[in-house]
């Protein structure tokens, strides 16, 4: 007998990013789920985004790693609240790590989350957690094909962020071939050609963002 | 390590399928796979057996069907199928305002499910 079934193969973990988002919605939280490769600079964005946030703004981070304190260190040296999980191996942040984050974060005091997955430009994009944004950190010296070759985490963004955009004449960065890329499987996300280094675009991103954020708190 | 908490999922959810219709094993799960997934047939046939062993799943047959990817040329209207890394360019009209149609479906479609047991 053949029984239709439909149904997505990764509910389980769907069903519990469901539960995450209803209580940051609760807590008023916006949570920005921030994908990257390995160094593409994803700790280097959020602390960069979270030195510019008008003072009345309290962010918060969850860093995700195989291993190691390092990121969770720099992000506490800044006086912000932040959690650690260690996937033990693991390649991506699931729901159920994401809910376990938030049980250790002081929620009534935040307004922003800054989900930082496992360096990883594959399965990240497809586990959902429950956060509002999915934003996707690339970074030039990866190089320009990056879209083609990871068409899935492109798909998934909400906003795309070209980091480390001073080096772009070093590497020969093709931008026109880049945004070509993204376009062919997201047309509407905005790319952000940034530099963490010099701060350069960081201005039009942070804006972005807090149009993002401000249009959510409104809604609570 | 993917393709481990894929398979765990696969195999959960239709393990609740079967039970919500009081079966007693599933011979077959047929999976929808776009090209945008990430998913390696292999790998997940690979964790499927242990997984499954001792449940209603054990020795079932996994079929995966690939969903297509449909790239539209915005320049020549034509559309064409492909696989990732994508193209960069139209193969028709050379056109590089390409579009992604699709591929990333990534769902169980059915099983196949009998009311005798495993040695029945």
């Not at chain 1, 033990?88 to 942040?93: D, E, P, Q």
């Not at chain 2, 996994?62 to 139209?90: G, M, T």
Request: glycine share 8%; hydrophobic share 45%; aromatic share 6%.
């Amino acid at each position: 007998m053949k029984l239709p079934v439909i149904e997505n193969i990764l509910n389980a973990n769907d069903k519990i990013a469901q539960e995450n988002r209803a209580l940051l919605d609760r807590a008023k939280i916006f949570a920005v789920n921030v994908m990257a490769s390995p160094g593409a600079g994803k700790t280097s964005v959020i602390l960069q985004t979270a030195q510019r946030l008008p003072p009345q703004l309290c962010p918060g981070v969850i860093e995700g790693d195989l291993a190691s304190r390092l990121d969770a260190d720099a992000v506490a040296a800044r006086g912000i609240p932040v959690v650690q999980i260690n996937t033990g191996g693991g390649c991506h942040l699931d729901a159920p790590m994401l809910r376990a984050g938030l049980a250790q974060l002081p929620l009534a005091e935040l307004d922003l989350l800054f989900i930082e997955n496992v360096g990883n430009l594959v399965c990240p994009a497809n586990f959902a957690l429950g956060a509002h944004l999915a934003l996707v950190v690339a970074s030039v010296p990866e190089g320009h094909d990056k879209p083609y070759k990871y068409p899935g985490m492109f798909a998934a963004a909400d906003a795309v962020l070209l980091n480390k955009f001073d080096l772009q004449r070093v590497f020969d960065f093709d931008v026109e071939f880049f945004k070509r890329g993204l376009r062919m499987v997201n047309p509407h996300a905005p790319l952000f050609c940034v530099s963490c280094k010099t701060g350069a675009g960081m201005a039009e991103w942070r804006a972005w963002l807090l149009e993002k954020q401000n249009a959510f708190a409104r809604q609570e | 390590m993917h393709e481990l908490a894929v398979t765990q999922g696969i195999l959960q959810t239709a393990l609740d399928a079967a039970e919500r219709c009081g079966a007693r094993r599933i011979t077959t799960i047929q999976l929808v796979v776009g090209e945008l997934s990430s998913i390696v047939d292999d790998s997940v046939q690979f964790y499927f057996a242990p997984l499954s062993r001792g449940t209603l799943a054990e020795n079932a047959t996994l079929q995966f069907r690939r969903a297509p990817l449909n790239v539209h040329c915005l320049d020549c209207q034509e559309i064409f199928s492909a696989r990732a890394p994508l193209p960069f360019e139209c193969p028709h009209c050379g056109g590089v305002s390409l579009r992604v149609e699709g591929g990333r479906d990534f769902y169980i479609e059915s099983i196949e499910v009998t009311d005798e047991a495993a040695g029945d």
